[in-house]
């Protein structure tokens, strides 16, 4: 039975409990949208901090790059933001959920998100902060783009739209001139599709292995790897420069875990689009740290980009093709 409708002395309508619905029933549902209101307003605050300790982390990887090997902040990058990640998945009792059946996916997983990390500290050297920020932006319009041929997944005609329109925004911001595409905003753009590569390859492990697994064998493999290279590429830091580099892991997996606990409080749909936010607070750091003013180029491409992107996952939620909440944990810089 539906309850009887009414209007209010403004002309809108609201509904009224049915005569013989029980008196608590209204009460407890206000109570749960109420709590679910809360969870939501904490999930939005909890992305918005993610992406400012990302940007803050990014801005410092651009300060150092300059005197240090990209590989050797990659390598310490990791480091010291396996501490609070470890933290975080004994606190959570995930530690019994690390075997896995899947070992070399782990391992190409891990190789691609290190390189999508190389390109995008390597970018930082050259380019302005907000410049790369905003070419990372187009990862969800590969993302769709790439789900058909590596997951299978079908993409309908409206999704594709969003994606070649975000694709136009994404030639604007790199800038072609002469006929040829600038070189460093390749290699962002090359970081861009490894990024988008990662969370694909993250949402097929997810379909058998637990979070804890894949942010463990990520973190321990990365930091392997990036070990490998430095008797080859090591500047030994001074003290300054060492703090900054503990600094940048620690605040790295920081930002890991809140944007894991942003998703896990609030729809995709709802806190995804919040990462945008990063376009803001690089182009003040740009500004005031190095003098850098995002291009018209820039600025009417992450408009576009950014348009496309939010339509896309607003769609994929409105069909029910949520990716997983922790896909960030494992994917993100």
């Known amino acids: 039975m539906f309850p009887p409708v009414k209007a209010t ?14 008196a608590a029933v209204l009460p407890a549902a206000t109570e749960l949208a109420r709590d679910g209101a809360q969870e939501t307003g904490r999930g939005i605050a909890m992305m918005l901090v993610a992406v400012g300790l990302f940007t803050i982390m990014d801005a410092l990887v651009k300060w150092l790059g300059s005197r240090y090997p990209t590989i050797e902040i990659v390598f310490f990058r990791n480091l010291f933001a396996f501490v609070p990640v470890a933290v975080f998945v004994l606190r959570s009792g995930a530690l019994v959920t690390l075997k896995t059946s899947r070992p070399m996916a782990h391992v190409l997983r891990s190789l691609i998100g290190l390189s999508a990390l190389f390109a995008f500290f390597y970018s930082y050297t050259l380019m302005p902060l907000a410049d790369v920020i905003a070419i990372s932006f187009a990862a969800p319009l590969f993302v769709t783009a790439l789900s058909v041929p590596i997951l299978g997944e079908a993409v309908g005609a409206r999704r594709w739209t969003a994606v070649l329109v975000g694709f136009a925004g994404v030639v604007v911001m790199v800038n072609p001139g002469a006929g040829v595409l600038e070189p460093v905003a390749l290699v962002a753009l090359a970081g861009t599709v490894g990024y988008a590569l990662v969370m694909i390859l993250v949402r ?4 058998t292995e637990s979070s804890a697994a894949i942010v463990f064998y990520y973190s321990l493999s990365s930091i392997v790897v990036a070990a490998a290279f430095m008797p080859f590429q090591w500047v030994a830091p001074d003290s300054g420069d060492f703090a900054i580099l503990v600094i940048i892991g620690l605040v790295g997996g920081v930002a890991q ?26 182009s003040l750091l740009g500004y005031f740290v190095w003098g850098d003013v995002p291009g018209l180029n820039v600025w009417t491409g992450v408009a576009i980009v950014v348009a496309s992107g939010v339509y896309i996952v607003r769609r994929e939620a409105d069909l029910g093709l949520r990716r997983g909440v922790a896909r960030r944990l494992h994917a993100r810089r």
Do not use: C, H, N, Q
């Open 9 to 22: 002395a403004d002309g809108e309508f609201m509904t009224t409990p049915a005569s013989d619905a029980p």
């Open 204 to 207: 097929k492990l997810s379909r």
């Open 257 to 282: 875990i809140a944007m894991t606990l942003a998703f896990r409080l609030a729809p995709v749909a709802v806190v995804a689009p919040f990462d945008y936010s990063a376009m803001i607070w690089a």
